[in-house]
């Protein structure tokens, strides 16, 4: 997900250089086809990049994905290898992009460290590393008051920047981000954004598709849509393609015909159209539509749907708890 993030400022960045004056600064990019004449545009566009990995693989595997970019060809992208709190120290947005259960080990990083663990105002060598930045998380399930907890061991009760920490912002991109197709929800954090650090979050995520702000609360149904959606999709457009199949249709057709038209059906609702007058459009009485929608509706495609929607959300939520084996069988 960090790299589809990258390829999409890099390739936002390369437009809007292109369109401008060549400095890719922000009034370049007030005009253009790929930037929207009313989008918001940060005061700062990021201008370097760090990639903190693990393995070395990772880091070929992020070198390999950007290097058709420009920014990347500038020298404006440095890896990092097992140095997190090096990167760190060098941002002033940080993307914590790493497994549910790997959030505390990765900024709990230098806190063994007899040197660094902690400062003398009783800090993490992290936590004083993210002091007065942004930290987006885009990690499922972890709120951001565990982050917080982590980071500092309490929850502030006044805003991050009277107190000198960071603050931090919850995201949930989906994988459709490596086409720049992503539906990306943003938490409202408890005290409200600076006007110029949200309008860089905004802008961030609609590098790789739509953006919305909801209330934490909605966190965890919104990554049981957003983040588990393409699958529960992509699972629907493979019956469907199974099914023309079955009735003679080429597999390769059947599958591109089914994508097209889940494709088209999701672009005339993202136009205005109801989910429901679409069907009654097709819906022709003594139809062959008719027919299939009831075999649906008696086969309850409605409600488990709706029921995988509400167990995700139910997964998503005990996962940022720490809790293990969540998908047992319960019923």
């Excluded at 992290?126 to 980071?151: N, R, Y």
């Excluded at 949930?172 to 650090?197: H, Q, R």
């Excluded at 998503?316 to 708890?321: D, I, N, P």
């Amino acid at each position: 997900m960090g790299i589809s993030i990258l390829s999409g400022i890099f390739s936002s960045l390369s437009q809007m250089k292109a369109l401008g004056n060549g400095d890719g600064s922000a009034s370049d990019a007030v005009s253009g086809s790929q930037t929207p004449t009313d989008e918001e545009i940060p005061e700062r566009l990021p201008s370097r990049f760090i990639a903190c990995v693990r393995r070395e693989q990772s880091a070929k595997r992020i070198r390999n994905a950007l290097s058709n970019y420009e920014y990347h060809n500038e020298g404006t992208l440095a890896i990092f290898e097992n140095d997190n709190l090096r990167g760190v120290r060098q941002a002033d947005v940080v993307l914590l992009c790493c497994k549910p259960q790997m959030v505390s080990t990765v900024l709990g990083e230098g806190m063994e460290s007899e040197e660094s663990a902690v400062n003398r105002r009783g800090c993490s060598a992290m936590a004083e590393a993210v002091k007065g930045k942004v930290l987006i998380s885009i990690c499922a399930g972890v709120t951001a008051s565990q982050i917080e907890e982590i980071l500092y061991g309490s929850i502030g009760d006044r805003d991050p920047g009277a107190e000198g920490r960071c603050r931090i912002v919850r995201a949930m991109p989906n994988t459709a981000s490596l086409i720049c197709e992503s539906m990306t929800v943003v938490a409202t954090p408890t005290y409200k954004l600076p006007p110029a650090v949200a309008t860089l979050v905004t802008w961030v995520f609609s590098r790789i598709g739509r953006v919305v702000y909801l209330p934490p609360s909605a966190m965890d149904a919104s990554t049981a849509l957003c983040g588990s959606g393409p699958a529960f999709f992509s699972l629907m457009l493979e019956a469907l393609a199974d099914g023309a199949v079955a009735m003679g249709l080429p597999r390769a057709e059947a599958q591109l015909m089914a994508a097209q038209t889940m494709r088209g059906t999701a672009g005339m609702i993202l136009e205005g159209e109801h989910p429901a007058m679409v069907r009654e459009k097709v819906a022709t009485p003594g139809g062959c539509t008719i027919g299939g929608l009831l075999v649906l509706e008696e086969g309850r495609v409605r409600g488990t749907v709706a029921r995988a929607v509400r167990e995700a959300t139910v997964v998503a939520s005990q996962l940022g708890k720490g809790v293990e084996g969540v998908n047992g069988t319960r019923f």
